[in-house]
Every structure is written in C-alpha cells, then in structure tokens.
C-alpha cells in the first residue's frame, strides 16, 4: 500500500508538472496569434497605441487558457506517460503488482481537480478580464455599435408586472435602442401590460424611454386601455428589475459572465423573455469541464503505455493525439448545436464527456486486461 501511494504521488508530480508546461506552451503560442490578429486590425486605426493591443491580449489570456486546457492535459499527459513508459517505470509497477488502475486514480483525479479549478476559480477571473477586453476592443478596434448593433437596435424583453396584476407581466418593444456607457434610452417605446392569464390590460405608446434605477421612465407616454379613450400625455415611471449592464450582458458573450453569477443571469433572462440557452449550454459546460478533464487524462493514459519495445510508438502517440483532438473538437461542435435548440442543452454539454470517458475506460481495459 505505502509503495502504491508513495508511486501515485510521484506519477501525479510528474503529470501535473507535464499539464501545466504544455499549457503555458499552448496559451502562449494561442495568445502570440491573437496579439498577432489585434495588431493586424488595429493597424486601420491609427489612435489604438501598442501599449492598448497588449492590455487587450493580456486581458485574453485567462479565457484562451481556459479553452485551451482540455487539450493540454491529453498532451502533458501523453508526454508524461510515454516518458515513464520509456523509462519502464510504469513496466516495473506492473510487475510488482501495481495495477494500472491503482497508478492512474491519482493523476485521473488531479486531471479532475483541474478542470473544477478552472470551473470554480478561473472562470471568474476569465470572465471579468474578458469583459474588459470586450469592451476596449468594442470602443477602439470595432466601428460597430456594441451588442444591440447586432440586433438591428431594436430591443424587445418580458419582465414582470405587479403593478397591472399579481401574476402580470410587461413586453416592451423599442424601435430603436442607444447605449451611452451607463445609460440605455430607447425611442418609439410600446408596452403592453398583460395580467396573469394574458388578457391584454393596458398598452403604452411612449416617445422616449430610458433605463434608470429600478425603473423605465417613460417620457410623453400615452396609456390606451380596452374600451377606453388615450389617456393625456404623461410621465410613467414602470418598475423593472433590468439594468443596463444587465441588458448589455444579456447581448454579450456568456464567456463574459461569472461561473456563479450564471444560475441568476439566467433566471433573470427568462423572466425578462430574452433567449437564455447560451448561457445554460456554456454554464452545463462549465460543470462537465472536470469531467471532460479526466477524460482526456484517461484517453492520453490509453494511447502511450505501451511498451516502447512492440514499436510504433509515433502512430500510437499520433493516434492519441487525435482521438483526443477528434474528442474536443465534437464537444465544440456539440455546443454549436446545442445552440441552435437541435440538441437538448444538458446532452450537447455531457454527452462528448461522456461518451469520451467510455472510450477510454474500453480503451484501458483492452490495454490492460485485454
């Protein structure tokens, strides 16, 4: 027992230090083409310093890291078997009784311990930075209007409203919606107040709205109910528990948001009648990170004990490489459709993972046992 412990915490050194080199290596390379790809689109802006370009890129490393740890743990880990395999480490903890099973719980779990770091820790950090990096590039390399440029300007949500009944709700659509750093105006506003079981109660037909704390204030407003004349002219303050950052993320990247914050932005994306399935897929793929991680650890394991001695060793490692590249390129394309509601949001995040994880066990057990 103490030599299997004393040959785990060995193999996981040996493995974490194999992950966490192959990292640095991959992000940077990553990160130097998309420094190179900012100075390139920034050349047609002569304002936007080197020194901007840099904050930008350095802003992306976090989140170019992120994506990019899936595969450098299927290549440290490749790395680090195929060395102890080379060495015949590995071939003397088999003869000595050391099952493969036992030597690959510890770097399996440090694998697994990664990804929840990522999850819980990096994520975070990523999606401030990465925000940060948004915004500067949307004011100083892009020539669009941010966000709702994409939506045509034009913005339509649902919130609650209790004000028109109990169980009410609010749909507001504008014709045409302006960010100006902290505040949100909109023009042409219409508001229709429902009640809880969607009878029309109230509609409003404003000239000018805009975002303020915990209200739309709704400028030359005119009420018009059923059977009723217009009502005159007038200020309507209509409580909402929007904001405009709130509005702006619902538009952005859900890379930009915070692990925790997710479950609530999202909440408060279905109550306000905006799409929230992004925000679902990437916060699921979130949780199968750790998942994902100990797949590609299984999978490198897989494809590089094999004794040097039988040969072929540059197919064997070249045939990890892409199974484990095959592996994650399905988990992106899985997300993409994921997106597009082909695919329910909890399989298109899990099933790659999964379906991964089962290779690699059926992998191991022909290896091992076969």
């Keep these: 027992m103490t030599a299997a412990i004393t040959l785990s915490v060995y193999i996981v050194r040996q493995f974490a230090a194999s992950v966490v080199g192959m990292l640095l290596a991959l992000s940077g390379l990553v990160a130097m083409f998309d420094f190179i790809e900012l100075l390139r689109r920034s050349a047609s802006h002569p304002e936007v310093s080197f020194g901007l370009v840099s904050q930008i890129a350095a802003l992306r490393l976090p989140y170019i890291a992120m994506q990019i740890l899936p595969f450098a743990i299927l290549l440290g880990g490749i790395l680090c078997f195929w060395k102890l395999t080379r060495s015949s480490e590995l071939i003397v903890a088999r003869a000595a009784g050391i099952s493969a099973w036992e030597f690959l719980a510890a770097p ?14 990096i994520s975070p950090v990523s999606s401030v930075m990465l925000a940060r990096a948004e915004a ?33 709700v609010a749909i507001i659509h504008a014709m045409q919606v302006e960010l100006h750093g902290k505040q949100l105006t909109a023009q042409m506003v219409s508001v229709f107040r429902l009640d809880g079981d969607d009878r029309l109660l109230s509609r409003i037909e404003a000239a000018r709205a805009t975002l303020a704390r915990g209200s739309w204030v709704l400028e030359n407003a ?30 952005a990247s859900p890379d930009t948001l915070s692990f925790w914050a997710l479950p609530g932005f999202i909440s408060l994306l279905d109550r306000s009648g905006f799409s929230s399935v992004r925000h679902r897929l990437h916060f699921q793929a979130l949780l199968a990170l750790p998942l994902l991680a100990a797949t590609m650890c299984l999978v490198s394991a897989g494809f ?11 197919k064997m490692i ?33 099933a790659p993972a999964a379906a991964g994880l089962m290779f690699a066990v059926a992998l191991l057990l022909h290896t091992e046992d076969g």
């Design 108 to 121: 399996t779990m440090c694998a697994f311990l990664f990804g929840m770091i990522a999850t819980t820790l």
């Design 136 to 168: 500067l590039d949307n004011s100083y390399l892009r020539s669009g209007g941010g966000p709702l440029a994409l939506n045509g300007g034009q913005l339509w949500l649902r919130q609650s409203d209790r004000q028109a009944s109990p169980q009410g």
């Design 222 to 251: 005119r009420t018009v109910r059923p059977d009723q004349l217009p009502e005159p002219p007038q200020l309507i303050n209509l409580p909402t528990d929007l904001t405009v950052s709130r509005v702006q993320e619902s538009f």
């Design 304 to 314: 590089s004990m094999r004794p040097a001695r039988r040969g072929g060793v540059a």
């Design 318 to 350: 070249g045939s990890g490489v892409a199974a484990g590249f095959a592996l994650f390129v399905v988990s992106k394309i899985a997300e993409e459709i994921g997106q597009s509601g082909a695919l329910p949001v909890i399989l298109a995040a899990w």
